[in-house]
T-cell receptor
Framework: DTGVSQDPRHKITKRGQNVTFRCDPI?????LYWYRQTLGQGPEFLTY????????KSRLLSDRFSAERPKGSFSTLEIQRTEQGDSAMYLC?????????????FGPGTRLTVT | GQSLEQPSEVTAVEGAIVQINCTYQ??????LSWYQQHDGGAPTFLSY????GLEETGRFSSFLSRSDSYGYLLLQELQMKDSASYFC?????????FGAGTILRVKS
């Protein structure tokens, strides 16, 4: 399978704990995005990488959220001191650098439940 | 900023044609995309319109009118497997800004 993969698929954690999610994009893709999706809503942008450089971060993203893409391949999204409001599906997407921004390939997501 | 409006839910019967509308407001427009998402699944890219007019891909077509800030997704010969959420999206810098989505329910 050469699609975007995410791990874990589900995560249940207690409020106040830290969690980390991993995304492996399609290997030829330079661009990597993180989105958050809650029930009944569309994906909401969190952050964007081109290769290893984090070029944009949503103003909605608090300091508790951090993302890395150390070698321009896989990426991690960490949430520190989780809150119940962080419960959502976290989606990763990737696209070609020279391709259109509009055609992004999404992974299956990590569903986070904060109790 | 960017904002998009689409109907929350549409119901149609198998074999019929359905149109899902999307109106948008954006400071800089580069095109309108459509994505499909089945329950519990990942969003998948369907189509993209940068210019006015109709783009056809099999049973699915997408239309754009930049002067009206309006587009639609047209699904023909509906099948049960088309039951899903459909999102329109516009560019906001380096990211996509999605609408809230339209749930399409196909009945037999």
């Amino acid at each position: 399978d050469t699609g975007v993969s995410q791990d874990p698929r589900h995560k249940i954690t207690k409020r106040g704990q830290n969690v980390t999610f991993r995304c492996d994009p399609i290997s030829e893709h330079n661009r990597l995005y993180w989105y958050r999706q809650t029930l009944g809503q569309g994906p909401e942008f969190l952050t964007y990488f081109q290769n290893e450089a984090q070029l944009e971060k949503s103003r909605l993203l608090s300091d508790r959220f951090s993302a890395e893409r150390p070698k321009g391949s896989f990426s991690t999204l960490e949430i520190q001191r989780t809150e119940q409001g962080d419960s959502a599906m976290y989606l990763c997407a990737s696209s070609f650098e020279t391709g259109t921004l509009y055609e992004q390939y999404f992974g299956p997501g990590t569903r986070l439940t904060v109790t | 900023g960017q904002s998009l409006e689409q109907p929350s839910e549409v119901t149609a019967v198998e074999g019929a044609i359905v149109q899902i509308n999307c109106t948008y407001q954006t400071s800089g427009f580069y095109g309108l995309s459509w994505y499909q998402q089945h329950d519990g699944g990942a969003p998948t890219f369907l189509s993209y319109n940068a210019l006015d007019g109709l783009e056809e891909t099999g049973r699915f077509s997408s239309f754009l009118s930049r002067s009206d800030s309006y587009g639609y997704l047209l699904l023909q010969e509906l099948q049960m497997k088309d039951s899903a959420s459909y999102f329109c999206a516009v560019s906001g810098g380096n990211k996509l800004v999605f609408g809230a989505g339209t749930i399409l329910r196909v009945k037999s």
